[in-house]
Nanobody, 124 residues
Framework: QVQLVESGGGLVQAGGSLRLSCAAS????????MGWFRQAPGKEREFVAA????????YYGDSVKGRFTISRDNAKNTVYLQMNSLKPEDTAVYYC?????????????????WGQGTQVTVSS
């Protein structure tokens, strides 16, 4: 079992930055790929970014490429999402997810564990 707790959300002006963190419990964190997804009101859950278990491979959704960076620290059982140049359309609840995934990192059904989410609001 893996428990995930997100933090770092909040209100920021357009053009600003935030860093989300996702702390995981369990000794097998380093064996899981980690992903970030987001969901805005009335919209489908959207893939944001993912990182392989080793951190050697990263994947991004088209809408965040070049602005967001995912990273992980396996010694701290934590994955991060650095969000720069934020836009109002980035407003959503952001979820952290974990799974034993080797491809299709963009597919939410590949993930076994989910956090409760953290709200990110970008004002114009």
């Amino acid at each position: 079992q893996v428990q995930l707790v997100e933090s770092g959300g909040g209100l920021v002006q357009a053009g600003g930055s935030l860093r989300l963190s996702c702390a995981a419990s369990g000794r097998t964190f380093s064996s899981y790929a980690m992903g970030w997804f987001r969901q805005a009101p009335g919209k489908e859950r959207e893939f944001v970014a993912a990182i392989s278990w080793s951190g050697g491979s990263t994947y991004y959704g088209d809408s965040v490429k070049g602005r967001f960076t995912i990273s992980r620290d396996n010694a701290k059982n934590t994955v991060y999402l650095q969000m720069n140049s934020l836009k109002p359309e980035d407003t959503a609840v952001y979820y952290c997810a974990a799974g034993e995934i080797y491809d299709s990192h963009y597919d939410p059904y590949q993930y076994d564990y989910w956090g409760q989410g953290t709200q990110v609001t970008v004002s114009s």
